[in-house]
């Protein structure tokens, strides 16, 4: 073995023990995809179920029954009866109700006689994207009830239009299997940026980064000796996620393995870069953590498209997201999962993240140098 | 220089910036270190030494000068240098969560050392360091000695022709301290390798081959230790008398004409004097019976002190303390028994008993980790016992805390006050903190202004105050509230020894007034000052009693006049002994 191979693989064992031994690398990297899967997965979903809905029936009959029967049965919403459109108005103020269908004393007599609409709709407006969901839902499925029962009475429903949708690519629109792809990135940015910058912080702070500079130990050497274990690290987190994504929660992966592997190595080396960059400019573990958090962890979250739709953003904060490499990754991952390996998408992204790549390693090895100042 | 140098500065000058004003850490630095010699960089904390020491290794890049390491240039070669020296940094530059034996195959490979030598070396290095039987354990459960050893031994590994250790003895126990020293001279024999140490304890100055002595970012002159004591020959006397307190005998001596030092040391003061010559008892303690005076043989400390001195106006001398402390006597104002603290498997306190009288100075003295610390933060109210028995000025700390802590001022080991407020700002929190008020606080900031000097920093933001300020402000802050019983955690670590002195000199004041001093210190020297003390080791106390005791413990044929460090060492050996018949009758 040269010399300069022995020293680096002296840097890798140190490193692999280092992490190894020290309890918050190893949650960081496997316990916290764990958790952060199960909440995303299990806990937070962007769908509307389960909608609290106020029904007001002013003439119980056979037509008003049937609707009712109709919300009952649809695992959108949990209907409550109210006897008086007062007191469905006041559980809504309250929130108790998020919506109210109000079916008024001449509701079958108007339904017979011309099927104009009867019915009357209330919605909370104050999360209003809860509120158009809510309307839409409704609306839905009245109509699909009044076709039903057109058709069973035998005549044909005249609407002015009628429209035939299809989702593609997510046609059970769970917002489950466009959010755990997402998450990968969030966890590979914990693993690579976080993770990282905090470590080599550490070096600086306990003084042992001084022992080492005094050594024949090239600071290339250095960089690559720490890189190799914290990616093999984050790899591991990655492939965990991908398991949980694909077993436990059921997204399909309709891409080869092979290029989602390759993508993710892509990124997994632009976030170690970043926190190289973080930890070398503040050398300071608590700053380190702080300033990872700010410029690398809150953006991927907020800023990637991971959650919060990139292009409802407004227009300046649209371009502040160009730069956060979590954008790239996450479109690629959501694309490689869920659409399969459409290549203009694949490739514009990865171009990108290389791009963020070249860049990042310049700015690393123009501040890395082995002195104190 | 017809002999090639090991190391050579010339003109070498380090500026640093901080917050939009320059700071000249290092000045005019010339010199050269002779191969194959140990020579020692000494000076107090903030002198520049670790700012030179990195110089060396090519860690930062000089304002101005050269420097040259081995026959290199270190500005415009920094890699070739670093790949020549040994170097260990502060705090040894290990690695806490790797074990003894991982440590060493981190800096064996990293230094290029072949595998198939590394056995004999590390069997070698663990013998010469007595690691041998800890080569399993992580470097982070290893005494602060053995941690020491251990990083000079990764430092060594590949035996560097020249070695740089910085700061490798402070807050390490006296026994580790001497062994350091001797497998340096071992190395320095059997390898023919330069040493170039700093360090802040001046004792340590006799045992170099060449000193160069910084202060303040200055070179003050370079030589054999006995070139800098041949200064004073002749100026230095031991004087004891009858009648009169050692403190209030240094008190007076201190102001006694021709005396540019005096020092007390165990019962009797030590005297430098501003010339040669032995002066006459009664000009210097007119009205004072058996005053005797022998001459002594000069320490490197006395030159120290005898060079700075004269560039410092003596410092002006303390008249007595206005402090009202109300309770007299000589009543046990703190008592402890049996104390004991855990911190989870691990015992920090370990049935510490002591007494402490009102009016006594009374020390603790270890190494960084003998417990010194817990035990004041436990009779201070911060820290909870886990057994025993603690009373402070009548007060049961189980029960009575709050009460107890009225009657304390407290001084911590690290500056604790707040950097963003000005000097009058910290007296006026502080005051407001114990309840003072109105017209009372007023007069209790002025007053501590006023004794403690700190009219000309007034304003200054306590962080930009000058070491020596920042400890006076402390130790002002810990006396607003006139307290009974004053804790002093490790007060002089780092500074200087013309502001040591002048931190003995308030103390003493202090104690003459009633107040009840309670010090701990690394310093053996320190203990001297003291008028009782405990000599801690890993949690337990080896020995009580007063100085004078504790070195006659050590007198011996072969050393009659024993120091503090004698003595030390001579405890540790002692339990050592007793540990290993102790585990031959188990076995």
Not at chain 2, 66 to 71: A, K, Q, T, Y
Not at chain 2, 177 to 186: F, K, N, P, Q
Not at chain 2, 328 to 344: C, S, T, Y
Not at chain 2, 435 to 450: C, E, F, K, P, Y
Request: charge should be neutral; charged fraction near 20%; glycine fraction near 8%.
């Amino acid at each position: 073995m040269s010399a300069r191979l022995r020293r680096l693989w002296g840097m890798i064992r140190k490193e692999s023990l280092q992490i190894l031994r020290d309890p918050s690398s190893i949650s960081i990297a496997f316990v916290m995809p764990v958790v952060l899967l199960l909440l995303f997965g299990y806990g937070v979903s962007l769908d509307a179920k389960r909608i609290p809905l106020g029904i007001v029936i002013e003439q119980p009959d056979t037509a008003s029954q049937s609707l009712a029967g109709a919300f009952d049965r649809s695992e959108f919403f949990r209907p409550q009866r109210f006897d008086a459109i007062q007191t469905a108005q006041v559980a809504l103020a309250e929130r108790r109700i998020d919506g109210i269908l109000w079916l008024r004393n001449d509701f079958s007599s108007r339904l017979f006689s011309g099927l104009d609409a009867p019915i009357g709709i209330f919605v909370n407006g104050v999360d209003s994207n809860r509120a158009n969901i809510t309307q839409g839902y409704i609306q839905g499925t009245w109509l699909a009830w009044l076709q039903h029962f057109a058709a069973a009475q035998g005549r044909s429903l005249d609407l002015p239009v009628a429209m035939e949708q299809r989702v593609w690519f997510n046609p059970a629109l769970n917002s489950r299997l466009f959010l755990v792809p997402g998450l990968i990135a969030i966890i590979m940015t914990m693993i690579g940026s976080l993770l990282t910058a905090m470590v080599v912080a550490r070096e600086w702070e306990r003084g042992t980064m001084e022992a080492l500079m005094v050594t024949p130990l090239h600071m290339g050497e250095m960089l690559t000796g720490k890189l190799i274990p914290y990616f093999v690290l984050g790899m591991g987190g990655m492939l965990l996620s991908v398991a949980m994504a694909l077993f436990l929660f059921g997204v399909p992966l309709l891409s080869p393995f092979w290029l989602l592997m390759a993508c993710s190595a892509l990124f997994m080396l632009v976030s170690l870069a970043i926190g190289l960059l973080i930890s070398i400019v503040t050398r300071n573990q608590f700053l380190a953590g702080q300033v990872a958090l700010v410029v690398s962890f809150l953006p991927s979250f907020l800023l990637s498209g991971f959650l919060f739709d990139i292009h409802s953003m407004p227009e300046w904060v649209q371009t502040i997201t160009y730069v956060v490499p979590a954008r790239y990754f996450v479109a690629i991952l959501q694309t490689l999962f869920l659409a399969g390996p459409v290549w203009p998408v694949v490739l514009v992204n990865a171009g990108a993240m290389l791009f963020m790549l070249v860049v990042l390693t310049a700015l690393v090895v123009k501040k890395s140098y082995k002195r104190l100042d | 220089m017809t002999e090639q140098s090991a190391l050579s500065f010339h003109n070498v000058r380090q500026v640093f910036s901080s917050g939009g004003h320059a700071l000249c850490a290092l000045d005019g630095i010339g010199f050269a270190v002779a191969p194959g010699r140990v020579t020692g960089l000494i000076g107090p904390d903030g002198a520049g030494k670790t700012t030179l020491m990195r110089l060396a290794c090519g860690l930062l890049r000089p304002a101005q000068g050269e420097i040259r390491v081995l026959g290199l240039d270190a500005v415009n070669e920094p890699q070739a240098v670093q790949s020549a020296v040994g170097y260990m940094p502060q705090r040894f530059g290990l690695y806490e969560d790797l074990s003894v034996q991982e440590n060493l195959d981190l800096y064996a490979d990293l230094q290029g050392l072949p595998k198939d030598g590394r056995a004999a070396r590390y069997a070698e290095l663990m013998h010469m360091t007595g690691l041998a039987p800890f080569t399993a354990r992580l470097a982070g459960r290893l005494s602060g000695g053995m941690k020491q050893k251990l990083g000079l031994a990764c430092a060594l590994l590949r035996a560097p022709r020249l070695l740089l250790l910085d700061e490798p003895t402070v807050g390490v126990d006296p026994v580790s301290r001497r062994e350091l020293w001797a497998i340096v001279y071992g190395q320095v024999r059997e390898q023919g390798m330069s040493v170039l140490l700093s360090t802040a304890y001046l004792d340590e100055a006799e045992r170099c081959d060449d000193v160069l002595l910084l202060h303040q970012g200055r070179l003050l002159g370079q030589g054999a230790p006995a070139d800098f004591s041949a200064e004073v020959e002749g100026r230095i006397f031991q004087v004891s008398a009858s009648g009169i307190s050692h403190r209030r005998l240094q008190t007076r001596l201190s102001q006694a004409p021709g005396v540019l030092d005096a020092l007390v040391e165990g019962e009797t003061v030590r005297l430098v004097m501003q010339a040669p010559g032995e002066p006459a008892a009664a000009s210097l303690l007119p009205g004072l019976d058996e005053v005797r005076i022998r001459p002594a043989a000069p320490r490197f400390e006395d030159a120290f002190v005898a060079r700075l001195k004269t560039r410092h106006d003596a410092a002006a001398a303390l008249g007595a303390l206005d402090l009202h402390i109300d309770a007299r006597g000589d009543e046990e104002v703190i008592r402890v028994r049996k104390l004991l603290r855990r911190f989870g498997d691990f015992i920090a306190v370990n049935e510490v008993s002591f007494s402490v009288r009102r009016g006594e100075i009374f020390g603790l003295l270890g190494a960084n980790g003998a417990g010194k610390t817990t035990t004041f933060r436990m009779l201070c109210g911060l820290l909870p016992a886990s057994g025993g028995e603690l009373s402070v000025a009548g007060h049961d700390l189980h029960t009575a805390r709050a009460e107890a802590r009225r009657h304390i001022g407290y001084m911590a080991q690290k500056f604790s006050l707040y950097g963003d407020l000005s000097v009058a700002q910290n007296l006026r929190f502080f005051a407001s903190a114990y309840g003072l008020r109105g017209r009372r606080q007023d007069q209790r900031v002025a007053w501590a202004i006023d004794t403690f000097g700190l009219a000309d920093y007034r304003q200054t933001n306590a962080r930009d105050l000058p070491l020596g300020f920042k400890q006076r402000l402390s130790f002002a802050a810990a006396l607003m509230h006139e307290p009974e019983i004053l804790f002093l955690d490790e007060p002089t670590s780092g500074v200087d020894p013309l502001a040591r002195r002048e931190f003995w000199a308030r103390t003493n004041a202090l104690a003459e007034a009633g107040v009840t001093v309670l010090v701990t210190t690394h310093f053996m020297e320190e203990a001297n000052y003291c008028d009782r003390l405990v000599i801690m080791a890993e949690g337990t106390v080896l020995a009580e009693g007063t100085p004078r005791e504790m070195k006659a413990r050590a007198r011996s044929a072969d050393n009659p006049d024993p120091t503090m460090e004698d003595a030390f060492i001579q405890l540790i050996e002692q339990r050592e002994q007793a540990g290993e018949k102790g585990k031959e009758t188990a076995a």
